[in-house]
């Protein structure tokens, strides 16, 4: 699969689940798209409730559209055995905002860590594959101000750049919500700036 370009990212479109059996064992892995640590914790909180007679319920996350904010979790197995084998199947297909879970009933026979790397790495697979790999672009925040005066000109722009809004009010003093696509930014920046209009939302991207 092609990586993404600069202002998009690769996600999963919905919650996924996969199913793993090996020796007595059964891993039900567990795919959800997430945006933030508070949602990963908030999602956890609720398969540790739903499985909460499972032996382990370790998973692993992707976040940041770039990828830059991840973690494994073994959740009591071997050391690497189980967080690092769901990370590196998330990597694999170049996901971000995601988080995978993998829940398992231990079956009474050891698989060893060899073992335990397969079944993870597997059911989480299963997972991502049983979902939709969507692209999404990176979106920033502007908020505007203009006279009523510059109204024509900057719808005109909101309709060439296809920007989206988010609220607005038109009044003597106008005060105007948009999306803009990043990669299109420093252009559309130029151009409201050449027209007057006052930006007012701090625009500055990590």
Same mark, same amino acid.
């Given at each position: 699969?092609?990586?993404?370009?600069?202002?998009?990212?690769?996600?999963?479109?919905?919650?996924?689940?996969?199913?793993?059996?090996?020796?007595?064992?059964?891993?039900?892995?567990?795919?959800?798209?997430?945006?933030?640590?508070?949602?990963?914790?908030?999602?956890?909180?609720?398969?540790?409730?739903?499985?909460?007679?499972?032996?382990?319920?370790?998973?692993?996350?992707?976040?940041?559209?770039?990828?830059?904010?991840?973690?494994?979790?073994?959740?009591?197995?071997?050391?690497?055995?189980?967080?690092?084998?769901?990370?590196?199947?998330?990597?694999?297909?170049?996901?971000?905002?995601?988080?995978?879970?993998?829940?398992?009933?231990?079956?009474?026979?050891? !698989? +060893?860590?060899?073992?335990?790397?397969?079944?993870?790495?597997? #059911?989480? /697979?299963?997972? @991502?594959?049983? &979902?939709?790999? *969507?692209?999404?672009?990176?979106?920033?925040?502007?908020?505007?101000?203009?006279?009523?005066?510059?109204?024509?000109?900057?719808?005109?722009?909101?309709?060439?750049?296809?920007?989206?809004?988010?609220?607005?009010?038109?009044?003597?003093?106008?005060? !105007? +919500?948009?999306?803009?696509?990043?990669?299109?930014?420093?252009? #559309?920046? /130029?151009?409201? @700036?050449?027209? &007057?209009?006052? *930006?007012?939302?701090?625009?500055?991207?990590?």
């Amino acid at each position: 699969m092609p990586l993404p370009a600069d202002d998009t990212y690769l996600t999963i479109g919905a919650a996924s689940e996969g199913l793993y059996k090996e020796k007595g064992s059964k891993f039900i892995a567990l795919a959800f798209p997430a945006d933030s640590e508070t949602q990963v914790k908030e999602i956890l909180a609720q398969v540790r409730k739903k499985y909460y007679d499972a032996h382990h319920h370790c998973y692993a996350y992707i976040l940041g559209d770039k990828g830059q904010h991840y973690r494994a979790n073994d959740d009591g197995e071997p050391a690497h055995s189980a967080g690092d084998p769901i990370l590196g199947q998330i990597r694999s297909r170049h996901l971000t905002h995601t988080l995978v879970i993998v829940v398992r009933y231990f079956g009474g026979i050891k !698989l +060893g860590v060899s073992g335990l790397i397969q079944a993870y790495k597997t #059911a989480a /697979s299963d997972a @991502l594959t049983q &979902g939709s790999i *969507i692209e999404k672009i990176v979106e920033i925040p502007l908020t505007l101000r203009f006279s009523y005066q510059q109204m024509n000109q900057v719808m005109k722009l909101v309709k060439d750049y296809e920007l989206k809004v988010i609220h607005q009010q038109f009044a003597e003093q106008c005060e !105007l +919500g948009l999306l803009i696509r990043k990669g299109l930014l420093e252009e #559309a920046q /130029s151009k409201l @700036l050449q027209l &007057g209009v006052e *930006i007012i939302t701090d625009t500055t991207v990590s």
